[in-house]
């Protein structure tokens, strides 16, 4: 390991499931759920996976977490290879890697006190779990240690998720995973939760992969935004670039949704045409090819591979290859 080495790298990830059916129940197809991802995160950095439903993020995650096998590629953690460890060592690696889910309603045990449900990642780690340990938790998250007594139902949906964070810190995580975490929160809960995480970052030097669907939310949070689409990344910057100077058209798309607030201002709205195509047979060539605004005949019949396009900034669309080609009309 060295001083620079990022703490997480994913090379050219891969995640197809088989569909079984027919008389003998073999495969008949396969969902391209996420086909061939590469990215790393530092520690005390957030990178956020972002792209609509069925784009693959949230497989990204899992396959990091090892919730399953990886169809092909890998995954490694301080430069040691986790995606094919033996169970005992796994063990101990997830310790360093937690996850926070979207619902804080569903994603705590109903029938836990909150001193159980901290108390419970700390025994499986075999790590000191007595009242000091579950407070220090409550503390970090800013939540009372007189809360530990009561059960999930007795919080708000944003004390719920402050809960589920203190979960993931619990065995001394140095990468959380989360997975749309504020999506289902209030927007001033919301907020507060993402000030939360970045107070925690500060604190304790974590990496984050922040999943999610909606730009604005990563707006405040990210240091780096990779952009996925249909199981690939399309467009992987720093925050500053993504926001002032994207070159994908459908990072272009994404960025004209985000909402501002000056009701005066002038937006020039991207509306896609038509659904996200199906990962069990995504187009040739482009797999944006069928919604993109700029489609030319190359688009339908050569892949586009992500190139660098500046420092830090890779984009994967045959428009960055004509001079002043990424400047989309209407949009820059
Ligand atoms: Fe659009 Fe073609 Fe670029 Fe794909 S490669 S994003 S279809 S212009």
Redesign the pocket.
């Known amino acids: 390991m060295t001083a620079d080495r990022p703490l997480l790298e994913v090379n050219d990830l891969k995640k197809h499931f088989p569909i079984h059916g027919g008389l003998l129940g073999g495969v008949t197809a396969k969902v391209y759920a996420v086909d061939g991802v590469s990215f790393d995160i530092r520690r005390g950095e957030t990178l956020s996976l972002v792209g609509e439903s069925g784009c693959g993020k949230s497989t990204v995650g899992k396959a990091i977490l090892r919730l399953f096998k990886l169809t092909d590629g890998e995954v490694r953690l301080d430069g040691e290879r986790i995606d094919n460890m033996p169970a005992g060592k796994l063990r101990m690696m997830r310790k360093r890697i937690q996850v926070v889910f979207q619902d804080p309603f569903s994603s705590l045990n109903p029938r836990m006190k909150v001193r159980d449900i901290l108390a419970e990642p700390l025994i499986n780690f075999g790590m000191p779990h007595r009242a000091a340990e579950i407070g220090a938790l409550m503390d970090k998250v800013r939540l009372p240690r007189d809360a530990i007594n009561r059960f999930p139902h007795e919080f708000s949906g944003g004390q719920r998720q402050r809960i589920g964070i203190a979960r993931a810190l619990a065995p001394g995580a140095d990468l959380i995973i989360c997975d749309e975490a504020v999506s289902a929160l209030d927007v001033s809960v919301k907020a507060q939760i993402i000030n939360l995480l970045a107070d925690l970052q500060d604190e304790l030097g974590l990496a984050l992969l922040f999943i999610s669907h909606d730009l604005a939310t990563v707006e405040h949070l990210t240091h780096r935004v990779a952009v996925m689409y249909l199981g690939k990344i399309?467009e992987l910057t720093d925050r500053r670039t993504l926001f002032a100077r994207s070159h994908?058209?459908?990072t272009r798309a994404l960025l004209s949704a985000v909402p501002v607030p000056d009701p005066l201002a002038k937006r020039n709205r991207i509306i896609l045409k038509g659904d996200v195509p199906s990962p069990i047979n995504p187009p040739s060539?482009?797999?944006?090819?069928t919604r993109?605004?700029?489609?030319?005949d190359?688009?339908?019949i050569e892949e586009?591979l992500l190139r660098s396009v500046g420092v830090g900034h890779m984009s994967?669309?045959?428009?960055?290859e004509i001079p002043g080609?990424q400047v989309v009309p209407g949009t820059a």
């Open positions: 399309v994908h058209p459908y060539g482009c797999r944006f090819h993109c605004p700029f489609v030319f190359r688009c339908k586009p994967a669309c045959h428009l960055d080609g």
